[in-house]
């Protein structure tokens, strides 16, 4: 009798401890999903500025000269080129976190 008691509370304290390991897994792949929308959301912000200035950069140079519009033009063009950049480099980490997040809780 003694012998079955010992072994019920010694699988109850392994049953405590796994639910708070899993809990703890949970609770960091939770977080990283958090981290990861934080990211993508940071990422189209930064790539709606600069949108927004090769927009204005585009706008400002209709009154130049010729030269000077088609730097203004490349300038712009570089910045577009730049919220794509900006834009993909936030999809790989978010994705990366994500990932991450899977991991953990397939680790349960």
Known sequence: MAAASYAFLF?????????????SLEQKADTLEREAKDVRQQGETDADAAERAAAQTR??????????????????????????AIRKEAERKADALEDEADRKREAK
């Not at 699988?11 to 899993?22: L, P």
């Not at 706008?59 to 794509?84: F, I, M, T």
Request: charged share 50%; hydrophobic share 30%.
């Open 11 to 23: 699988t109850a304290c392994d049953s405590r401890q796994e639910q708070a390991r899993e809990d």
């Open 59 to 84: 706008k400002d140079a209709k009154h130049l000269s010729d030269v000077e519009k088609k730097d203004a033009d490349a300038r712009a063009d570089a910045a577009k080129d730049n919220a794509d």
